[in-house]
Nanobody
Framework: QVQLVESGGGSVQAGGSLTLSCVAS???????MGWFRQAPGKEREAVAT?????????YYADSVKGRFTISRDNANNTLDLQMNSLKPEDSAMYYC??????????????????????WGQGTQVTVS
């Protein structure tokens, strides 16, 4: 049972930056991992995904391309999301998620929320 713990959320002015981090309780090699977000009254959506086994393609939602960067530190078993040029519409609860999966090279991880079976408790991001 993988446990995920997020940190790094907070309040920031529009145009600012935040870095979210997610630490996994177990070694998560060969996992799809991603950041998802959910704003009040809206469905949870994928923000960015990455495959920890190597060879996969990163995914970014169109709304964050060029502003957010997902990265993985295998040595420390952490997943980061660098968020720049933040906008008020980026305000949401951000969740880290993981799914153990064998992924063919040059493909990206699924963005379907229901397929991920490990979730963190979330960290709030508020942009004003």
């Amino acid at each position: 049972q993988v446990q995920l713990v997020e940190s790094g959320g907070g309040s920031v002015q529009a145009g600012g930056s935040l870095t979210l981090s997610c630490v996994a309780s177990e070694y998560t090699r060969d996992y799809c991992m991603g950041w998802f977000r959910q704003a009040p009254g809206k469905e949870r959506e994928a923000v960015a995904t990455i495959y920890t086994g190597g060879g996969g393609l990163k995914y970014y939602a169109d709304s964050v391309k060029g502003r957010f960067t997902i990265s993985r530190d295998n040595a420390n078993n952490t997943l980061d999301l660098q968020m720049n040029s933040l906008k008020p519409e980026d305000s949401a609860m951000y969740y880290c998620a993981a799914l153990r999966k064998s992924l063919p090279s040059r493909t990206s991880c699924t963005t379907t929320v229901a397929t991920y079976n490990y979730w963190g408790q979330g960290t709030q991001v508020t942009v004003s």
